[in-house]
């Protein structure tokens, strides 16, 4: 039995369950059409848009981009030949970890919640597992018990919301203090320059992922367990140099030093996450959109880019008309977009936007 309010679903069931929850919800729903097949390029057609699929074509008056997270892509340095080795993993969501079940030497790149999902998963005796990431932090836990909420308020500059954080947390659990904020990220990221933003990015994200992105009670549990007992070793340093033999040979500088370190693995694993330069996507309709100048990256890497309601602006930033982005595609403007809460509310402002304009 878990205590109430504290139980970790998956998402599938969080998506069942709001299914079922929206059918009585004022509004007659409109007929859901479920195609299986992959979109693969847009065009512009008189007042709307023609999207091609791997099985025929589709006409919408109204688009919206509701891709997830981006697949994995390997981090820079990474040459076609180390991507092709059966050694090498670029996308952990797809690995079978059957397929190496004798690699003994394991190197993880990156240490975020993808790393911990993969090390659970490869965890086995007499296997020697590896993290390595640019500052080495591991995510934070969930309290077993809810903690006390937190009721301030957060403002101002980056560094005057870090001052204000460290003054909460003397006083409070800090996970209640990172759950308050929570709910004001958006209006403060919306309110920073994109220098600060920059340097919010540049100094504070790495803080505010492990802390804010945290582990429930069981991973953690296991993670620590394999760090206790030696089955997991979590570095800080810089990737600098991969090689494909039989083998995959890594170079590495740790975090401050300036002399390289060199060591074989027999299997590397990418846990650096989704994709989130989206000019790196392979995504077919992404690039299309990108080479057609229907959509342009946000500047500081983060999807694309897109105005104050989630409408893509073109290459020239002007909108595209009937264009939408929704989710993570959208966290240059919005920041916060991959917890429930956040998805909720932009898809419910979303929708009140497209139905004003065809109701």
Same mark, same amino acid.
């Given at each position: 039995?878990?205590? +109430? ?20 919800? &004022? ?8 195609? %299986? ?6 065009? #512009?057609? $008189? ?8 099985? &025929? ?34 996308? +952990? *969501? #797809? ?7 004798? @690699? ?26 590896? !993290? ?18 937190? @009721?301030? !308020?957060?403002? &101002? ?17 800090? #996970? ?24 919010? /990015?540049?100094?504070?994200? +790495? ?9 429930? +009670? %069981? ?10 007992? %030696? ?20 170079? *590495? ?53 897109? $105005? ?5 602006? $073109? &290459?020239? %930033? ?23 809460? $956040? /998805? ?6 979303? !929708? ?8």
């Amino acid at each position: 039995m878990a205590r +109430p309010g504290r139980v970790h679903h998956p998402r599938r069931l969080w998506r069942l369950s709001s299914g079922l929850a929206g059918r009585g919800a &004022g509004r007659r729903p409109r007929p859901l059409n479920l195609i %299986g097949a992959e979109a693969q390029s847009i065009d #512009r057609r $008189d007042d709307g848009w023609r999207i091609l699929t791997s099985d &025929g074509e589709v006409a919408a008056d109204q688009v919206v981009l509701a891709l997830g997270n981006l697949e994995p892509a390997s981090p820079p340095g990474v040459e076609d030949a180390v991507r092709a080795s059966p050694a090498y993993v670029e996308n +952990p *969501w #797809r690995f079978d970890p059957q397929t190496a079940r004798d @690699a003994r030497n394991v190197l993880l790149i990156g240490s975020g919640l993808t790393m911990v999902d993969a090390a659970i998963t490869l965890r086995q005796p007499g296997r020697r597992l590896t !993290a390595l990431s640019r500052h080495g932090l591991l995510p934070r836990a969930h309290a077993t018990v809810p903690p006390t909420p937190y @009721a301030g !308020a957060f403002s &101002g500059s980056p560094a005057e919301i870090l001052r204000q954080i460290r003054a909460a947390t003397s006083e409070a659990d800090w #996970r209640a203090v990172f759950d308050r904020l929570r709910r004001s990220a958006r209006d403060i990221w919306r309110g920073w320059s994109r220098a600060e933003r920059s340097r919010f /990015l540049r100094h504070l994200r +790495p803080l505010w992922d492990v802390h804010r992105h945290r582990l429930s +009670p %069981g991973p953690a549990r296991d993670i620590h367990s394999m760090l206790a007992g %030696g089955e997991l070793t979590i570095l800080a340093g810089k990737l600098t140099d991969l090689k494909a033999t039989d083998v995959i040979e890594v170079s *590495w500088r740790p975090r401050g030093k300036k002399r390289a370190i060199k060591e074989r693995f027999d299997l590397v694993v990418n846990c650096t996450g989704p994709l989130g330069v989206i000019s790196k996507s392979t995504e077919p309709m992404i690039r299309d959109i990108l080479d057609k100048g229907y959509g342009r990256p946000d500047p500081l890497g983060l999807g694309l880019q897109v $105005d104050d309601e989630g409408g893509l602006l $073109d &290459g020239a %930033g002007a909108p595209a008309r009937g264009l939408h982005a929704i989710g993570p595609l959208t966290r240059g403007a919005f920041w916060e977009m991959t917890a429930v809460p $956040d /998805l909720r509310g932009q898809a419910r402002d979303l !929708a009140a936007r497209i139905l004003s304009d065809h109701p």
